[in-house]
């Protein structure tokens, strides 16, 4: 006499079928749902969206990835006057200052960035950082010496990382860090990995602009992925994707118009001020902090540079958008990393 499944099986043929039954039954998968998680953080509205078999397990996952994603606003944000980087720019110049690993980290792949873009992303642009942001609230541009006196505290050669000591010595006066353009795709590259750690690999994270992928969704090839950059009612196409990040960068939500022109809080290193040429750019890459760096130096370089940062490591595609036909300036060809 065989048993299965904890019940015996006779000649007769109703015990058989309960047996069978049973084990179907045993066996079945548990279809996995979708949740959805939100917070507001880094100024804008960040999301976890997985699919799960427990909404309780999927929110304490949920719940360590946003906790991996403050601490990288606590750690990096400019408006914290107590944050690890707000304070880098109360330490003495040319002395090694040790950094916490997560803000060393972020520092190195900013300066990274900035050297295989010319500059185009700059992560030493605070100062011009503050006086956007009281150009965009008086609606009035700064005079010229006081924009002369920000630039001099400008530019990503002015700083060194030690990777043995984990330090940074700032090698000009003044100098502060503003790593907007960088921070929420490195905060989604951590968040991500909390979720997949935790066994949720189809997972999608949205922070803003920056949007992160894991593996898609049961049963299909991807994430719809809509990319929206001068009306915020219509998006310019949906995309499909898994296993990237996407970056949109413009001006469609923070810009301010002065005597008709429309300068965008995307600045640009060479002139100090906010760009006036109506640009978005959408970069498909690898990872979050590489997309969204490559997104804000893209709409700063113009046709020449967008050519060449296509071809740099971990891009897979960039696309620019220009507004009614402008012309874009033209800018030096960033070098390869």
């Not at 929206?228 to 118009?257: M, R, W, Y």
């Not at 429309?262 to 006036?276: E, K, N, Q, R, V």
């Amino acid at each position: 006499m065989m048993k299965e499944q904890g019940f015996q099986l006779r000649n007769s043929t109703m015990p058989i079928r309960v047996s069978f039954l049973s084990l179907l039954l045993s066996t079945a998968v548990v279809a996995a749902e979708k949740f959805t998680f939100e917070r507001p953080l880094m100024g804008t509205r960040f999301s976890v969206v997985c699919y799960a078999e427990d909404r309780s397990a999927a929110a304490k996952a949920a719940k360590a990835a946003f906790a991996r994603g403050e601490e990288v606003n606590q750690v990096a944000s400019d408006y914290l006057p107590d944050s690890e980087l707000s304070q880098l720019g109360k330490k003495p110049t040319d002395t090694p200052v040790a950094l916490s690993p997560l803000l060393y980290d972020l520092l190195d792949h900013s300066r990274k960035f900035a050297e295989a873009t010319n500059g185009a992303f700059d992560p030493t642009l605070g100062p011009l950082t503050k006086l956007w942001r009281t150009t965009r609230d008086s609606a009035r541009l700064p005079d010229a010496e006081t924009l002369r006196l920000a630039k001099e505290s400008v530019g990503w050669q002015h700083f060194t990382l030690d990777p043995q000591t984990r330090s940074i010595t700032l090698l000009k006066k003044n100098m502060s860090f503003d790593l907007g353009g960088i921070a929420k795709g490195y905060a989604a590259d951590l968040m991500l990995e909390a979720m997949i750690a935790a066994g949720f690999s189809r997972t999608m994270i949205t922070a803003g602009g920056d949007i992160r992928l894991g593996d898609a969704p049961p049963d299909r090839e991807g994430w719809n992925v809509a990319v929206q950059t001068f009306d915020p009612a219509q998006p310019d196409e949906i995309l499909t994707l898994a296993n990237c990040a996407v970056s949109t960068s413009g001006d469609l939500h923070q810009s301010v118009k002065i005597e008709g022109v429309t300068y965008s809080h995307i600045l640009d290193p060479a002139t100090g001020l906010g760009l006036t040429h109506r640009i978005a750019v959408t970069v498909i890459a690898d990872q979050g902090k590489r997309s969204d760096a490559l997104a804000t130096a893209a709409c700063v370089l113009g046709n020449a540079g967008i050519s060449s940062l296509k071809k740099l490591p971990g891009v897979r595609e960039l696309t620019p958008r220009v507004l009614q036909n402008e012309p874009l300036p033209l800018r030096s060809h960033p070098s390869n990393p």
